[in-house]
């Protein structure tokens, strides 16, 4: 059939495709030869192997830094815990699993839930946390179950411990487990348990109190047991935190609060160190760090004290006759009236259609005796005088009106009106009746507890522009007195004296009339006998008072509702000659005004600050010794 | 069969009907690619933990697909597929181009072109076009036209192009596949023993420049080859965890979806590249061997087709496809046991892959297309003969 021509190729063809079938058939017999090697010959060593040598990587998550204050006390610290962990992947059926584990451990309906939640959203192989704080008991049960529960593992981790508990949980804030919208690559928000930080230093300093992640190689057998460790990266520890915090101020200024819905700013006037931050009521950040029940959740944020919020930089308050500070020294550097010239008070204070009552008849006052007696008609009319931007810039060169810098969440810049302030925001013209309000520190004056504290500290250095600081800058900076370098605010030394004069008759004033007389300091010792506190008082009326009820006159606090009450305002410096530490006291709604409530409470903080100096003195060792002796509970 | 004899008469001629030429597909070789597939929707369900997500249902729905591509193209008139093998061949020469340059722009390795439906490798389409256009070629030209070293400069350059248009992607593996398809082509069309001789010791004193052409990776896994224990936690790992999930798969194999290697994701690529691992590891060297024998059987169809050819372009287009079918699997296979170092050459009908599939039916359709033209008479350069 086939062509002549042809066949001498095809007999060529067949000749080389039987030898290429040939040499294909060799190479095939090759595979063959190896498969029964690997398969039968090798078997059992590749078996072994194949027990034995599985390698896996594990995320060691690094330990987070600790925060101290400013002597190495612990504020938050790192504690050991026992969790259940379950990886769904090898957890045949996680509804089974989770059913059997609620035999050993009490699982709540709502936990469960989150379990399964968060399974779905995670890769299968990926541990989810169920149980943490085991008691040896459970984590013994566990384990002695363990073959029913495949998946279920225990594991060891570190979770937040806040050892001051309530002290200074809005200052330090607290760890809470990673949002999904915290989520942003980093593997180590993947790991179980994993917590940042979410309110106050915890989360100002997150990254840095985070650390690095490590990675461990592991090999495990065919089951996941560990046979050994081949490689091991150990990653960074989060870096501490020192605080400029005295944890012992601390303590001592949220105890003298009790249950007073109230804020403290401890400040040092030269370094702005800030000694104690606390906002009463409290909560105890442990809860958070552990996980609040819903119960919990509602008892804090449905209180009328309003425990959540940190109302030494998140309040923001109408400063009331504290505000007189920055008016005073703007009459002084505007020259509206000499410091000698008395103005005559007769209880009212008439401008046009305006009529301004002052709290008392206090007849003819000069510039001290106005800010000793807080004489509300001298105010009027030196600020009717000045107007009110003069007023303003005065308010924003000693710290109010802006943010401290300290960037804590949530802080305030709190307001500071002036003329264009008004126009721009409520589209009103500035009236007169206005900056009569401002010359008491009411109407629409607001400023933070802390913007209070910077004010009196710098009224208090001298007229230096000390700003706030939470965090020691580096540890070398150890030195007493070794501050910043502080810009001058250009306040005559005579305008401060006066103004202190006059602070410092608010509390020392002759013959007791002044509100805060109660407040002396009360050192026996030679040496600090003659120690004084100067302040300011101030009591700041929230709601509008009708006229009627002024012709009535003062009513007592007592018949009114708690959030009716007015705001009880003192700030202070000490020692009054030579000023180190300023305090901002604000009582919420108190029971009396700013002398008799909050300038007590000042008087009772500075006297234990004195005590311990702590910008000066090194801690005493026995101090030391009580606190740590603090023993984290079970 | 004698009263099959109308029907070889019009065979030779060539002017069959359709449905005389589906009787004439030969369905025991369709089978035998359905068991084969088989093995594969198996192993891709057991890889995805027995799930027929994300792998085996796609694949399955791939190989319907190229079923019915293998018989639309075992219809097509041989001498059709004649007259286009050039254009065929330099429409993927195009593609690869295209892939390239894209690729350069892109700043990486790219070897697809993505149709949305389905990711064209044209490098994999080469496989089947470096075969039909040197069968082309060679139709009709004798074996003492092979002596003459100008016939042989075409075919030569036919080959160099796409090989170092693959190369370049980098994709040493289909790059390989594509010469020796070619070196069999050249060979079983007659070319001097002598001439392969000169060009394998001048292949081996190129090395040197070639090693230097290679990028770091690929070095490495020559490197890797040579000494698994170089570097056990690398390069090496693949092959040492394949090897392992092997010889621990025994004689009769961990049983079905019971392969802890590739269950714990020891396993690396264990859909695509290392897929014969995880069916040695779970169904043993019984499995293996039975998915070999049914290659060996594929080969067995595919050379008696050529030998049955009475056309010079079906034998050589036969026996082509088939040597490419072998080297497929046979690189594959010896890569994972260690044979070769790792390079990405697919398992024919079981790995995971789009192309792959479709190119092997493809090329299973020219083979069954010979098979239904076997007896056409074809003049030297295409077309009807005159005789």
Redesign the interface.
């Known amino acids: 059939m086939m062509v002549n021509r042809d066949s001498e190729w095809v007999r060529m063809f067949n000749r080389r495709a039987a030898v290429l079938a040939g040499g294909q058939a060799v190479l095939v017999s090759t595979l063959v030869g190896r498969l029964y090697y690997l398969q039968v010959v090798e078997s059992k060593r590749y078996a072994m192997l194949a027990e034995d040598n599985r390698i896996n990587m594990q995320l060691l998550p690094p330990p987070r830094g600790r925060i101290l204050d400013r002597f190495g006390q612990p504020l938050a610290v790192n504690q050991q815990n026992f969790r259940v962990l379950i990886v769904p992947e090898q957890a045949r059926a996680l509804g089974e699993t989770l059913e059997a584990l609620s035999r050993i451990i009490t699982l709540s309906e709502f936990e469960r839930e989150r379990i399964k939640k968060e399974a779905s959203r995670k890769r299968g192989f990926l541990p989810v946390t169920v149980h943490e704080n085991l008691t040896w008991e459970e984590m013994s049960r566990i384990q002695v179950n363990a073959p029913d529960l495949p998946g279920v593992s225990i594991d060891l981790g570190l979770t937040r411990f806040y050892p001051q508990q309530e002290n200074a949980a809005h200052l330090l804030g607290y760890v809470a487990a990673v949002d999904e919208a915290d989520l942003n690559g980093d593997p180590l928000l993947q790991l179980p348990g994993f917590r940042i930080g979410k309110e106050g230093i915890e989360k100002v300093y997150d990254m840095a109190l985070r650390g690095k992640a490590g990675a461990s190689q592991i090999e495990v057998n065919a089951f996941g047991r560990i046979i050994r460790e081949l490689e091991r990266n150990e990653g960074e520890p989060g870096a501490d935190v020192v605080l400029t915090i005295d944890e012992r101020i601390q303590h001592y200024a949220a105890e003298r609060l009790g249950g007073e819905s109230a804020s403290v700013v401890v400040m040092d006037v030269h370094t702005g160190d800030l000694l104690a931050l606390v906002s009463n009521p409290s909560y105890d950040a442990n809860a958070f760090s552990r996980g609040l029940t819903s119960d919990e959740w509602k008892a804090l944020s449905t209180n009328d004290h309003k425990p959540l919020v940190n109302k030494t930089v998140a309040g923001q308050y109408s400063p009331g006759s504290t505000f007189k500070l920055a008016v005073t020294l703007a009459a002084l550097e505007n020259q509206v009236i000499s410091p000698e010239q008395t103005l005559s008070c007769n209880g009212r204070y008439v401008l046009g259609n305006y009529v301004k009552r002052c709290h008392k008849v206090h007849g003819a006052v000069n510039m001290t005796r106005a800010i000793s007696l807080s004489c509300d008609s001298y105010f009027y009319e030196i600020a009717r005088r000045l107007g009110v931007d003069k007023i303003a810039a005065m308010a924003r060169r000693l710290g109010l009106g802006d943010v401290s810098g300290i960037g804590l969440p949530g802080e305030q810049r709190g307001l500071v009106p002036t003329e264009a302030w008004k126009k721009s925001v409520r589209n009103e013209k500035w009236s007169p009746g206005d900056t009569l309000n401002v010359g008491i520190g009411q109407g629409d004056v607001l400023a933070t507890p802390l913007q209070l504290a910077v004010m009196a500290a710098r009224v208090a250095n001298g007229g230096l522009g000390v700003k706030p600081r939470l965090v020691r800058p580096a540890l070398s900076a150890e030195g007493p007195d070794e501050g910043p370098v502080l810009p001058s605010l250009g306040i005559p030394d005579a305008h401060l004296a006066i103004l202190k004069q006059g602070m410092f008759d608010v509390v020392n004033g002759p013959g007791g009339t002044t509100t805060a007389s109660k407040a002396r300091l009360r050192f026996k010792e030679p040496d600090r006998r003659d120690w004084t506190m100067s302040g300011k008082t101030g009591t700041a009326a929230v709601r509008r008072i009708s006229i009627a009820e002024r012709e009535a006159g003062a009513r007592d606090p007592g018949e009114l509702p708690w959030h009716l009450r007015d705001n009880a305002l003192f700030v202070a410096f000490a020692p009054s000659n030579q000023p180190r530490y300023a305090i901002a006291v604000v009582v919420d709604h108190a029971m009396g005004g700013g002398g008799v409530i909050a300038a007590p409470i000042a008087r009772d903080i500075m006297e234990r600050l004195l005590d311990l100096d702590p910008s000066r003195k090194p801690r005493a060792d026995d101090e030391q010794v009580a606190t740590t002796a603090v023993v984290p509970p079970a | 069969m004698s009263d099959m004899g109308f029907l070889t008469a019009r065979l030779r001629r060539g002017d069959m009907s359709a449905v005389e030429k589906l009787w004439q597909i030969s369905w025991s070789f369709v089978l035998l690619l359905c068991i084969i597939a088989s093995f594969g929707f198996a192993m891709l369900y057991s890889a995805a933990h027995g799930s027929w997500q994300p792998w085996a249902f796609p694949q399955l729905a791939r190989f319907v697909v190229g079923i019915a591509l293998l018989i639309s193209v075992a219809l097509i008139d041989i001498r059709t597929i004649m007259r286009y093998a050039y254009a065929f061949y330099i429409a993927v020469l195009v593609l690869l181009i295209v892939v390239d340059v894209n690729g350069v722009i892109g700043g990486g390795a790219r070897r697809w072109i993505d149709l949305g439906f389905i990711n064209l490798q044209p490098s994999e389409m080469m496989k089947a076009g470096i075969v039909l256009a040197l069968a082309r070629y060679f139709q009709g030209i ?2 003492d036209d092979m002596g003459n070293p100008l016939v042989l400069l075409m075919p030569v350059v036919m080959l160099v192009v796409p090989f170092g248009l693959i190369l370049i992607q980098p994709d040493l593996g289909t790059a390989g596949v594509i010469v020796m398809g070619a070196v ?1 082509m050249f ?2 069309a ?1 070319m001097r023993i002598w001439k392969f001789i000169l060009i394998g010791v001048a292949g081996l004193s190129a090395i040197p420049i070639a090693w230097s052409m290679l990028r770091e990776y690929q070095q490495n896994r020559v490197l890797t080859f040579l000494n698994p224990e170089r570097d056990p ?1 690398g390069a090496g790992y693949h092959i040492l965890q394949s ?9 009769f194999g961990k049983g079905f979806m019971q392969g ?2 590739s269950y ?1 994701n ?1 396993l690396p690529e264990r859909q695509t590249d290392f897929i014969f691992t995880m069916l ?1 590891e779970e169904l ?2 019984v499995g ?2 039975s998915l ?1 024998s049914l290659y ?1 059987i594929v ?1 067995i169809y595919g ?1 008696a087709i ?2 049955r050819a ?1 056309h ?1 372009f079906g ?1 050589l287009v036969a ?1 082509g496809i088939t ?1 490419t079918l ?1 080297f497929y699997f ?1 690189i594959n ?2 890569m994972v ?1 260690g ?1 070769i170092p790792v390079v990405g050459v697919p398992l024919p009908l079981i790995s995971y892959g789009g192309t792959a599939m479709l190119n092997l039916m493809f090329c299973a359709g020219l083979l069954m297309n010979v098979w239904v033209h076997r007896d056409v008479q074809m003049a030297a350069r295409g077309g009807f003969s005159e005789l």
């Open positions: 004798s074996i069999v060979f079983l007659g936690l090897k392992i999930a092997l010889g621990s798969g025994g004689l802890t290697q714990l020891f040695a043993g060297m293996a061997l070999l060996v080969m050379f050529s030998f009475r010079q034998r026996a040597s072998f046979f296979m010896a046991m044979l």
